[in-house]
């Protein structure tokens, strides 16, 4: 579409050249003129600012009374609208340039990608350790955020792009105007303009000179970035993948080794106590308890890694949505009442993010806020508990000791356990708010866009006119 677009745009070359006229006549009226350089400008309006007494702060303050300081001033923001410009359009050339280079890197990323998903990862996590494979799931997650973040800075610089030409037009056929506008002011009043007035009106001609450059730069390769992004967006999607396949295999290995490991732990809780005490009601209370925590303990940890994926993909929904927000409303103001708007917003309206929340969020962080407060009264009654053996037990000095150091034992493991799962608590907790309050942000901004593109496309002006036949 968007090559369309500046196919119609370039329909236009005999207007633009008419148009250019004046500016070029503006430049031959202005060719002796020597810029003035940020420095030079930054150290009178510095100087200007020490004599008022104000500081270099007190140009807003001042400009009523100094006239001529608010003219510096303008004259070097344009000053430096100019070497912006200049620095873009710089930039713009680079990446024509450098389009060839990217688009074979580009091509090989995705043949790498599309390798990738062809292999066995689960093979190749086997030998890893336990802390290696939650270290490498870390990587992951991370590498799926930020391709997540920059997927959806793609899909918003492809969206924009169909506006180009119009904001390139209008940006030109502006910056026409004020050149006509600036032109006929410097013939006719140039005997009552300042110096410093003079200057800025010169400064603005070079600006609006660099400004309908860039625009015509920005026109100039825009095919070209447009590919490219296409392109980019393609490797984004396709390393997306890989990265879910890999999340997909490393999570149930977690959650295996993790098992594992604290069934290995119930090791730990085996005593080398004699046969009459091994099997002690209170050790038996004791150990049920501990394996209790390592469920839940292991359970918890699940859901947190289920939950990191959830908020990320939320968070890219989001983020999206905002992009997309935003390339609406300059779409709206740019094409309204156009056709070509409701070709575009029938798009959009279509690539509006089709999420789906999870339910009854509030209520979860509810539970894990009190599970998390229960957690942490147990380990303060433990910490303060003083172990004391039932009066009628019908044992010997000896087996008590043998009996208190098992449960003592016990204890300790269990306050470990309790630790792990407060910090895993922790995490959940704060995930789950973080999730809670993205899908509110997304269900609020994706209720607001579907309602702006269905009044926009309600009111489109039909391509055809009624017939009364």
């Given at each position: 579409m968007l090559a369309v677009l500046i196919r119609l745009f370039r329909s236009l070359p005999l207007a633009l050249l008419l148009a250019l006229l004046p500016?070029?006549?503006a430049q031959a009226q202005t060719g002796a003129f020597s810029l003035p350089g940020i420095g030079d400008l930054e150290k009178q309006l510095s100087g200007d600012g020490g004599e008022s007494g104000d500081g270099g702060d007190g140009a807003a303050d001042t400009a009523d009374e100094n006239p001529e300081r608010e003219e510096l001033q303008q004259t070097l923001t344009l000053r430096r609208e100019i070497d912006s410009n200049r620095e873009q359009i710089d930039t713009l050339s680079d990446r024509r340039r450098q389009a060839p280079v990217d688009r074979n890197r580009l091509q090989e990323q995705l043949a790498k990608a599309r390798q990738d998903a062809e292999l066995d990862w689960r093979a190749r996590y086997q030998d890893l350790s336990l802390a290696a494979l939650v270290e490498e799931l870390g990587q992951q997650l991370e590498a799926l955020e930020e391709n997540q973040q920059t997927l959806a800075k793609v899909s918003g610089e492809l969206t924009r792009a169909q506006t180009l030409p119009e904001r390139a037009q209008n940006t030109i056929s502006d910056s026409l105007?004020?050149?006509?506008?600036?032109?006929?002011?410097?013939?006719?009043?140039?005997?009552?303009?300042?110096?410093?007035?003079?200057?800025?009106?010169?400064?603005?001609?070079?600006?609006?000179?660099?400004?309908?450059?860039?625009?015509?730069?920005?026109?100039s390769v825009a095919s070209t970035l447009e590919e490219l992004a296409r392109l980019r967006k393609r490797v984004l999607e396709a390393q997306t993948e890989v990265i879910q396949t890999r999340l997909d295999v490393l999570q149930p290995m977690i959650n295996e080794r993790r098992g594992e490991s604290l069934s290995a732990e119930i090791g730990d809780d085996q005593l080398d106590l004699?046969?009459?005490?091994?099997?002690?009601?209170?050790?038996?209370?004791?150990?049920?308890?501990?394996?209790?925590?390592?469920?839940?303990?292991?359970?918890?940890?699940?859901?947190?890694?289920?939950?990191?994926?959830?908020?990320?993909?939320?968070?890219?929904?989001?983020?999206?949505?905002?992009?997309?927000?935003?390339?609406?409303?300059?779409?709206?103001?740019?094409?309204?009442?156009?056709?070509?708007?409701?070709?575009?917003?029938?798009?959009?309206?279509?690539s509006l993010p089709q999420f789906t929340p999870r339910e009854g969020l509030d209520k979860q962080i509810t539970e894990a806020r009190l599970a998390q407060f229960d957690i942490r009264q147990t380990l303060q009654e433990l910490e303060n508990r003083d172990l004391k053996l039932p009066e009628d037990s019908g044992l010997d000095d000896q087996q008590k000791a043998q009996l208190r150091d098992g449960l003592q034992r016990l204890i300790d493991n269990r306050v470990d356990l309790l630790n792990q799962l407060d910090q895993e608590l922790g995490r959940k907790l704060n995930i789950l708010v973080r999730l809670n309050l993205s899908q509110e942000q997304l269900d609020k901004l994706t209720r607001n866009l579907h309602d702006i593109i269905s009044e926009q496309t309600f009111w489109m002006p039909s391509t055809q006119p009624l017939s009364l036949a």
């Amino acid at each position: 579409m968007l090559a369309v677009l500046i196919r119609l745009f370039r329909s236009l070359p005999l207007a633009l050249l008419l148009a250019l006229l004046p500016m070029a006549a503006a430049q031959a009226q202005t060719g002796a003129f020597s810029l003035p350089g940020i420095g030079d400008l930054e150290k009178q309006l510095s100087g200007d600012g020490g004599e008022s007494g104000d500081g270099g702060d007190g140009a807003a303050d001042t400009a009523d009374e100094n006239p001529e300081r608010e003219e510096l001033q303008q004259t070097l923001t344009l000053r430096r609208e100019i070497d912006s410009n200049r620095e873009q359009i710089d930039t713009l050339s680079d990446r024509r340039r450098q389009a060839p280079v990217d688009r074979n890197r580009l091509q090989e990323q995705l043949a790498k990608a599309r390798q990738d998903a062809e292999l066995d990862w689960r093979a190749r996590y086997q030998d890893l350790s336990l802390a290696a494979l939650v270290e490498e799931l870390g990587q992951q997650l991370e590498a799926l955020e930020e391709n997540q973040q920059t997927l959806a800075k793609v899909s918003g610089e492809l969206t924009r792009a169909q506006t180009l030409p119009e904001r390139a037009q209008n940006t030109i056929s502006d910056s026409l105007a004020r050149t006509d506008e600036i032109r006929r002011r410097l013939n006719q009043e140039n005997d009552t303009l300042s110096e410093a007035e003079t200057t800025r009106l010169r400064t603005e001609l070079a600006a609006l000179e660099t400004r309908i450059e860039l625009r015509n730069q920005e026109l100039s390769v825009a095919s070209t970035l447009e590919e490219l992004a296409r392109l980019r967006k393609r490797v984004l999607e396709a390393q997306t993948e890989v990265i879910q396949t890999r999340l997909d295999v490393l999570q149930p290995m977690i959650n295996e080794r993790r098992g594992e490991s604290l069934s290995a732990e119930i090791g730990d809780d085996q005593l080398d106590l004699p046969e009459s005490l091994a099997s002690h009601p209170l050790l038996d209370t004791a150990r049920q308890r501990n394996e209790a925590v390592r469920d839940q303990l292991k359970d918890t940890a699940s859901d947190v890694n289920n939950l990191i994926r959830e908020v990320i993909n939320a968070e890219t929904q989001l983020d999206r949505a905002r992009s997309l927000s935003s390339t609406v409303n300059d779409q709206i103001e740019m094409l309204d009442g156009s056709l070509l708007l409701s070709r575009i917003l029938y798009e959009q309206q279509k690539s509006l993010p089709q999420f789906t929340p999870r339910e009854g969020l509030d209520k979860q962080i509810t539970e894990a806020r009190l599970a998390q407060f229960d957690i942490r009264q147990t380990l303060q009654e433990l910490e303060n508990r003083d172990l004391k053996l039932p009066e009628d037990s019908g044992l010997d000095d000896q087996q008590k000791a043998q009996l208190r150091d098992g449960l003592q034992r016990l204890i300790d493991n269990r306050v470990d356990l309790l630790n792990q799962l407060d910090q895993e608590l922790g995490r959940k907790l704060n995930i789950l708010v973080r999730l809670n309050l993205s899908q509110e942000q997304l269900d609020k901004l994706t209720r607001n866009l579907h309602d702006i593109i269905s009044e926009q496309t309600f009111w489109m002006p039909s391509t055809q006119p009624l017939s009364l036949a």
